[in-house]
């Protein structure tokens, strides 16, 4: 998933895929995904793993448009990065929880 976001941006230069605000949405969504599939890939003892990597992501992706020509930065689809990953962090350990009591 990572990948994606740096291979082939260029290609996507002057598109919105989503208009605003529901492009920070899709960043949410995109992030919290990417976070619950690590979440579920190292377990509740290692969470801090996807806390800390994808927000990292998320800011080499913000750190890599802002070098593109058409594309810029904002600290807000970070903002929203992150906040899609702890939301599905903690969606996943509430699960985990749940389905071992």
Sequence with gaps: MAATLFVGAEA????ALFPPPFDKAAHAVYFGLMA??????VGV???????LLVPLIGALDEL???AIVGRDAS???WLA???GAVVACYVYRVWK???IE
């Design 12 to 15: 996507v230069v002057g598109m």
């Design 36 to 41: 619950g599939l690590l979440s579920h890939g």
């Design 45 to 51: 003892r290692w969470l801090v793993v996807p806390l």
């Design 64 to 66: 890599h448009q802002s």
């Design 75 to 77: 600290f807000f689809d």
């Design 81 to 83: 990065d992150g906040v």
């Design 97 to 99: 929880r749940r389905r």
